[in-house]
């Protein structure tokens, strides 16, 4: 699918939630490797949004994401945090967690290009990441960047 919005689209950002947990820190406070924390992906992805909401960097949360956020359960197993599979989640919620991954992948995209929970940028000089918002900026606002097959002209 990923290759499919790469060829119709151009640059598209993957994330697997069935590959490897990440070697990133956990947060700033919790400099442990997410991999020692984390038994899969998606609760890397789970904890890492409350590790960015508990250290005020998440706002305007739609309620659909947190009450999907909160009715998802965990538990400890193996010394490290699970989250529950989908399947599990809906034997007692009523639905599928979309608004939660979306905040989930956004937190991850955040991440990836440098953020890290618990971290101030105030005061502080930018990191690469800021910079990498910039580009991707410029390459949405401008329309010549998008490239569309020839059959669509």
Known sequence: MLSIFRREWGPVVGIEEAGKVSDRPVSAVNPR??????????????????????????????PEAIKEFCARRWE?????????????????????????????????????????????LKNQPQNDWMEWQREYDDMIADENSFMYPSSLD
């Open 76 to 120: 400890m197993r193996s010394k490290k945090i699970r989250v529950e599979t989908k399947s599990e989640m809906r034997k007692h919620y009523p639905r599928s967690p979309d608004y939660a991954d979306s905040v989930s992948f956004a937190v991850e995209l955040a991440r990836r290009l440098g953020a890290v929970a618990g971290t101030e």
């Open 33 to 62: 490797p997410a991999s020692e924390e984390y038994d899969r992906v998606v609760s890397e992805l789970c904890f890492a949004v409350r590790e960015f909401a508990c250290n005020d960097a998440l706002r305007m949360m739609p």
